[in-house]
């Protein structure tokens, strides 16, 4: 157990609607990031928030968008689904928010979205 | 901009067999270099990690060496187990960055018989 958390484990959506996806970080740890795993483009950094602010963006489409609040809980929100936006979606969070030298990212077991 | 690169699978091996699985990496700064883990159904674990060129990341059998001169982290272990069965990810995250983001290679999954 990483203790990271995310819920749900599954969702099943139709196009166009909309889904928030929820990430519980490890105690004490101030940055959750999340990623996007999907078999055409992998692993990708969608975003990443440190201490309720946002620190870095990668790959996150407009539909998408993210939030930490002041309990370090993070919510990422889908909207107007694609059949495409079908994946793995993982939460994964560190005690910094920069370059993990002396620490590491610890993943939860990811939200699996099936858009239909 | 950065990226990783890993060797296509599946990979299947035998049990006892040796296993290499490549990684080379492009980075515009110095990063970190990582190998994840991902057995059916979890989340990514972390399996190793260097932080330096010539530092070699080792855990449960596995080993890898950060090489700077040929920018790669090539995975080995001696000696697979069927539980070794799992996808793979070689990974960098820029250490003077003010971000922890990690980026990814595509995956390599290796299965091992028995």
């Known amino acids: 157990d990483s203790g990271v958390t995310q819920t749900p484990k599954h969702l099943i959506t139709a196009t166009g609607q909309r889904v928030t996806l929820r990430c519980s970080p490890r105690?004490?740890?101030?940055?959750v990031y999340w990623y996007q795993q999907s078999l055409d483009q992998g692993l990708q950094f969608l975003i990443q928030y440190y201490n309720g602010e946002e620190r870095a963006k990668g790959n996150i489409l407009e539909r998408f968008s993210a939030q930490q609040f002041p309990d370090l809980h993070s919510e990422l929100n889908l909207s107007s689904l694609e059949l495409g936006d079908s994946a793995l979606y993982f939460c994964a969070s560190s005690v910094v928010g920069g370059g993990l030298l002396n620490t590491e990212a610890f993943f939860g077991q990811g939200t699996r979205l099936t858009v239909v | 901009g950065n990226s990783v690169t890993q060797m296509e699978g599946p990979v299947t091996l035998s049990e006892e067999a040796f296993l290499t699985i490549n990684c080379t990496y492009t980075a515009t700064g110095y990063p970190s270099l990582f190998w994840y883990v991902q057995y059916p159904g979890e989340g990514l674990q972390l399996l190793l990690k260097?932080?330096?060129?010539?530092d070699k990341g080792s855990n449960k059998g596995f080993e890898a060496t950060y090489r700077k001169e040929t920018t790669s982290f090539h995975l080995e272990k001696g000696s697979v187990q069927v539980s070794d069965s799992a996808v793979y990810f070689c990974?960098?995250?820029?250490?003077?960055?003010?971000?922890?983001?990690?980026?990814f290679g595509q995956g390599t999954t290796l299965q091992v018989k028995p």
């Open positions: 260097a932080t330096k060129a010539d």
């Open positions: 990974a960098l995250s820029e250490r003077s960055s003010n971000t922890g983001k990690l980026i």
């Open positions: 105690s004490g740890d101030l940055s």
